[in-house]
Structure formats: C-alpha cells, structure tokens
C-alpha cells in the first residue's frame, strides 16, 4: 500500500494519545486556557499576503453558510451579521463557507427549482449586492474576508439529486456517492470542467469588483476540486485531465488572469487522504474504499503545491483526511490540541527550503488549522516556525470575541468550544445552518442582542439546578439586573458535565464547565445554593417572581432478570467516581451505545487500558452524534481492542455474563463503518436492504458491567409547581423540558439564553 510515515504516525497518535505522559496543555495533548505566554507578539503582527496587509495571524475557518442566504443565493442579513461579529471580535482575515461555481454541471449543489442553500456569486446581480454589502461591512470593521470558491461538492454532495432531479452526481472518475454508495457518481467531460474553471474565473473577477479582498479555492477534504487532483478519485485514461494536476492548474491560471496578479488567492488543501494509513487492510475489502488506494503521497502533493504557486497561489492552510475519514478533516472533542501542527510545519519547511516566493515576489503563508483555540498553542506554534497563521473555525463560534479577549490577555473569559460539532457542523448536515453548542447567539446574530437589555422590572428568580442549563440562564438573567438564587442538591454546580467532561479526551468540556462556573461565580446578582434541595413548599415560601426547573434527568432504571447477580455499575457514577474502577476489573460490558455508552467504553478501552465490549440494542452506534464525532470514537475503539455489538436486545445476566438476542440480518449495519454516514432519519433510503429480524442468542463474560441505557428527563418537578401555582411565572428548560431526548447541551444553552433575555 501507498503509505507516508508521517501521516501514518499521526492517524496512529490521534487515538491513543491520552496514553501519553506529558502532555498537558501542549500541541499533541490538551489544550488549556491559559496566557503564559501573553502578550501574544507573534499572533498579533501583521502579515503580507501578495499585496494585501492583514493585521494579525488570525483567520476564521469557512465555517460552512448553508442556509445562511436567500434560496437564489444572495447573502442576507443573517450572514452578514454572523461575520460581522466575528470582525468586531478583532479576527484579521474572515473567510467564508463553500460558495460552488458548478450550478447546473453538478447536480448536487442546486435544489429542485433552481434553489440554493448555498449562497451564491453567480446568477443575477442581486446576489452580488449582497457580496457588496458583506465586504463593506467587515472592512468597516477592520477586518479582511475571502470568498471561499469551490468547482463543486461530487461524491460528496446530495444524491438526492438522482430522485429529484434524476441527475447523477459528478465526480472526477466513476466513483460511489459517500452518502448512498450504491449510487455511482458520472466523471465530468472534460468541457465541463472547462467550464467550472471559466465560471470560477469570472466569479473571482466578481468578488473582487464586489470589493472582497481575495479568493479560497477549496481543494481538500474529498470534495470535487480534491476529487480531480488527487490520483485517489481522478483514474481517467482520456482527456486533458487524467493528468492529476492539471484541473487545478488550470483553474489558478483562470483566477489570475481574470482577478489580476495582485488580487490574493488562497489554496485549502490535503497534504494526504490518509485513507490507507487510515482503513489499512480495510481499504482492499471495502467496496466503496477499494479504488481509492492511490491517493497523493506527501512528496506528490508538495510538488503540486510548488506548481499551484507558480500557476498563481499566494497562501495556503493544509490538513489531512477527506470525508471517508470525516473526523480528521473536522477533529472532534477526542483529538490533541494542534494536531496538525506537524503538517503546516512539512509545508512550510519544503516551501523555505526551495526558496519558493509568491508572483509578488514575498513568501508563501502557511496556515495551520486543527484545535488551535488556545492562545498558549497558537502563539507558540508561531514563535516555533510551524506555521504563519492560525486558522480558527470552531472557537470563534464559540466565542466571536476570542481575538479581542486573546489581544488584551482576558483568556480565562473566552468561552471555550467543547468540540460536540452538533450545532457548527451536524446542523448543516440535518438541514439547518451553522450555530453553537455554547454561544446561543451564533447564526443568530442578526435576531438575538450582543448585550441583552436591562429588565425593565427587577425579579426575584429561582433556579432549580445548577447544571448547564441553570447555570446559563442564571448568568444572562442576573447581568440584565435581576437577582437570581440558584439551589443544587449536590455539592458542587456542573451537574452531568462532571461526568462528561470526565475523561481526559474530553478536555474541552471540561474547560467549557470551568469556564462557566467561573462565570457564575464572577456575576454579581446570582447566588447558589449547594448541599441543597428544595421542594415546591419550599419554594413557594420563598415567594419568587419567577421560577427556573432546570433540574436535569435521571438515571435509567434497567430491569433486567439477574443484574443484582453480577458487579455492576451506572456509567455517569463511574465516569465520577472511577476509583470504583478496581483492577481485577479487566474485563468490562458496556450496556447501551448512545453518546454516554460509547464514550464510556471509548476511555475504558482508551485511558484505562481495558478489555471493552459495548453492546447496543439500535442499529446505530451513538445514533444522532456528528459524523466525525461518531467515527473518532468507534476508529479508535476498535484500534484498542474494542468490541461493537449492535441489533442486540439484552435479555438477563446469569452466570457472570450478559445473555442478549442478535439480530444477524444481512441487513444490519457494519457496528465499525466510518467510511459512510448514517442518512438523515427524514431522507429515504429506496436502495436499503430490508431489515429482518435474524436472532440468534449469545453472551459475553465480564468482570464488570457497565450501564448506559439512557437518561430521562425529569418533568415531575415542573408540572407539580404548575399545578400548585406556587409562582406567578414557571419555566422549564433543559433536560427537564427535554425529556426524551436529554443530554443535548445545544438545546440546553439556547432555551437558557432565551428565556434569560425576555423575562
């Protein structure tokens, strides 16, 4: 197999890497934080980029856009106030999300009807007033922004074209849709690709007459600009493009020569699909991997980074992986901090080495991306010569005014991502646009205020709960004036984040928990209430404006024949207490494999070095989760040793073990697939194999057993206060209201945010 070294020590690394002494606040470890090094002198100097002067090393990710515009494409004021905020918040250089120059060549980017959820530069001048009103307005603010341009999604687009629209997707070669693999995706002639490089050429001329101030080609990831300059995808034997290199060439060449030799272009690119390093032996028994086993090796794809400067590139960011590997490209909560340092570092170190300068005659910035949400790292991934700038997707969202906070060495206010990907990424994915897990103004913007006005009438509020939810709602309520009591039964306030948050691969979380109960405890007008529980006589004594259940959810209450036979243990009082976890334990199931059950079992298998099994009665693992969130943990589960089983009902436990029926239909899922997706619960499948039910029963021994079968909301307390009318006012958020479905911090964040703004 075709296989770099490099590549295939940091696939390995990116599993087992909470193993590792060490690493504590650190690139390759966590991330923390803190402002050791501030003032950040590398990270807040200005950059040359052909002609243009950025102010500082700090770029936004193109975080998406989708259904961020009108349906005929035109930005509108939902997008605009989305970058606007992140050019107040002081970020240099904005880019935006995909904006594809192949309607009507690639079926998958438009609608039936000729809509877009992309926003668009083409079309009707109309949707270039948007552009217009976007670069004024970001430049009002002192920032920069690129249009990010891409020739289109291919295989990776929506197949639901071929239903639609009966249209096949595109791609470079005859290759299957990622979505839907049985359906094969047709190569593109070679006038059609003619064609995307003439639309991409006027589009540049387009934005830059609009007056943005470059152009992002997006060439990683596997989408359809990857697809025809990687030899992975592009296998044609005929035409001007079964030489890899050449569409993307070609395309520089057409950009430069509509835009100028001044106006900036930027490359996104892989510096490997790393699918081999990746799916190993995998990739020869996969159906829909087998023919990607030639993808660009390093060596390869620096030669054809040489060539993209010389055709007219002045910048690139480099990662790793495509979405056949979803959670490289887009690193999860389980991944190191700066994790692809060592990449940027290749590129920059050959680009140095060979005195390869820019058509302006100045060096080639490199931009590192990947977990760089900590200024300690991002500084010192500066000063150490890794890369030239910082790219910052996720943390931005999170926190808009990262750069602001990071500049005036604020740190320990900047809110941290928790990298769930549900709200930035996932949402996209179900039909939504971008948000925030932990910023419920994020896509917002443009409806919810930066600064929630004073209330009008200052109220006497309980909080019921000082979990996420509570603690979020009492924070925002409490800076509009009123005074907010908040009582928790248990010692300290978190509540499930504790457990969450837990393992060391989850840092993130567990940064984001400290941060807001720093918060709480900083704002003036809220009071908590520890070691305490609270009835609705009690609360009625109290004699509250207003009252807040965000009480959280209990614990599932299995009832399965023999349990009390054999040690076990709930999965939340295991993460917390885990020096419960005693050392005869090697052999350990796990019961349940939703979000609480997978992780479990991932930093059982991971962090404490034990045998897992993790049985799931669904035929999903972690059903609902982000793709690359999903796919991180059953990857490397696996690695370690892990054991999935999935359509498998438990049945007791006797004799040590656990006795389950399992479905063996051909048509149950492979548990280990994170090659392809599981489909939107509201898309239809016609090409899906019928379920039967198969049963067959087995066991698995265990020395421990570990349970996740699922919280439930608890209501009970809310609906006995509503009957008792012990308020004028009662509320009910978080997983309290949420009580099918609880565990979902996104929700929990917003509900909290907007009931604490207009009560």
């Known amino acids: 197999m075709k296989k770099d070294v490099l590549v295939q020590q940091l696939v390995d690394s990116f599993g087992n890497w909470v193993r590792n002494e060490g690493k504590e606040n650190v690139a390759g470890g966590t991330g923390r934080m803190t402002k050791e090094l501030y003032p950040y002198t590398s990270m807040f100097s200005p950059i040359q980029i052909n002609r243009l002067t950025v102010k500082n090393r700090l770029v936004m990710a193109p975080m998406g856009n989708c259904q961020m515009a009108e349906e005929t494409g035109r930005p509108n004021d939902k997008m605009l106030q989305y970058f606007f905020a992140r050019a107040e918040g002081g970020i240099g250089l904005l880019t935006t999300g995909l904006i594809p120059v192949s309607h009507h060549i690639d079926s998958s980017v438009t609608e039936k009807g000729n809509y877009s959820y992309f926003p668009r530069i083409d079309g009707t001048r109309t949707n270039l007033m948007g552009w217009r009103d976007l670069a004024q307005g970001v430049h009002a603010r002192g920032s920069r922004i690129f249009i990010q341009l891409t020739p289109g999604l291919g295989r990776v687009g929506n197949p639901q074209c071929l239903l639609t629209k009966l249209q096949l997707p595109v791609s470079a070669s005859w290759n299957p849709n990622f979505y839907l693999p049985d359906v094969p995706c047709r190569p593109l002639t070679d006038l059609e690709c003619d064609l995307i490089i003439k639309n991409a050429g006027q589009a540049a001329l387009d934005a830059k007459t609009m007056g943005l101030d470059g152009v992002y080609l997006h060439g990683h990831e596997g989408y359809l600009l990857d697809q025809l300059t990687s030899p992975a995808f592009n296998r044609r034997k005929l035409g001007k493009y079964k030489d890899w290199q050449r569409f993307g060439i070609d395309l520089i060449k057409k950009i430069r020569e509509k835009a100028g030799p001044a106006f900036p272009i930027m490359y996104r690119i892989d510096l490997s699909l790393a699918l081999e390093e990746t799916y190993g032996e995998r990739m020869n028994t996969v159906k829909s991997l087998k023919n990607f086993k030639n993808g660009r090796s390093i060596a390869e794809t620096l030669d054809y980074m040489e060539n993209l400067v010389k055709a007219g590139v002045d910048m690139f960011d480099v990662d790793l992986g495509c979405y056949d590997n979803w959670w490289l490209p887009h690193p999860p909560a389980g991944m190191p901090s700066g994790c692809f340092l060592d990449v940027s570092k290749v590129a920059k170190e050959y680009f140095a080495k060979r005195g390869i300068l820019s058509n302006a005659g100045v060096p080639v910035p490199v931009v590192a991306v990947g977990k760089l949400g900590y200024p300690d790292i991002a500084e010192k991934a500066l000063r150490d010569g890794k890369c030239d700038m910082v790219m910052l997707g996720r943390p931005v969202l999170a926190d808009e005014n990262w750069a602001n906070k990071a500049y005036a060495g604020n740190v320990s206010e ?19 646009h971008p948000q925030c897990a932990v910023n419920p103004r994020t896509g917002f913007e443009e409806l919810l205020p930066a600064i929630p006005a004073k209330a009008e009438k200052v109220k006497k509020i309980a909080v019921v709960g000082a979990g996420c939810a509570g603690l979020n709602f009492a924070v925002t309520a409490a800076k509009r004036g009123h005074k907010v009591d908040v009582f928790e039964k248990e010692g300290k306030m978190g509540g499930k984040m504790h457990a969450a948050g837990a393992p060391l691969s989850k840092y993130e979380l567990h940064n984001y928990m400290e941060w807001l109960i720093n918060t709480v405890n900083k704002t003036e007008g809220v009071k908590v209430h520890l070691n305490t529980a609270v009835t609705t006589d009690s609360l009625k004594e109290g004699k509250y404006d207003a009252i807040i259940f965000a009480n959280g959810a209990r614990e599932g209450q299995p009832k399965f024949k023999g349990l009390e036979n054999v040690r076990h243990i709930e999965a939340v009082h295991l993460l917390t207490h885990p020096e419960e976890l005693l050392d005869t334990d090697k052999k350990i199931v796990v019961i349940g494999g939703g979000a609480v059950g997978l992780e479990t079992a991932y930093w059982l298998a991971t962090e404490k070095e034990r045998k897992v099994s993790c049985v799931e009665m669904k035929e999903y693992f972690e059903d609902g989760a982000c793709t690359a969130n999903r796919g991180h943990l059953i990857h490397y589960f696996e690695k370690d040793g892990g054991k999935l089983v999935n359509c498998a009902r438990v049945m007791r436990f006797e004799d040590g073990a656990v006795i389950y029926a399992h479905n063996l239909s051909k048509a149950v899922p492979d548990p280990y697939c994170t090659w392809s997706p599981i489909i939107p ?33 608890n209501d009970t307390p809310f609906l006995e206060a509503q009957k008792a009318h012990i308020s004028p006012e009662i509320h009910n958020i978080g997983d309290s209201y949420n009580t099918q479905a609880p565990g979902n911090m996104w929700q929990a964040t917003k509900a909290a945010y907007n009931l604490a703004i207009r009560i």
């Not at 900047?414 to 179900?430: A, T």
């Not at 499948?685 to 421990?704: C, G, H, R, W, Y």
């Open 414 to 432: 900047i809110r941290p991502c928790i990298g769930c990907q549900e709200g930035c990424v996932n949402e996209f994915v179900e039909a939504g």
């Open 681 to 713: 619960k509201n898309v239809e499948n016609p090409l899906a194999p019928k379920m039967t039910n198969e049963e067959v029963i087995e066991q698995e021994k265990a020395d421990l057993f570990v349970l996740a079968i699922g919280n439930r909301g």
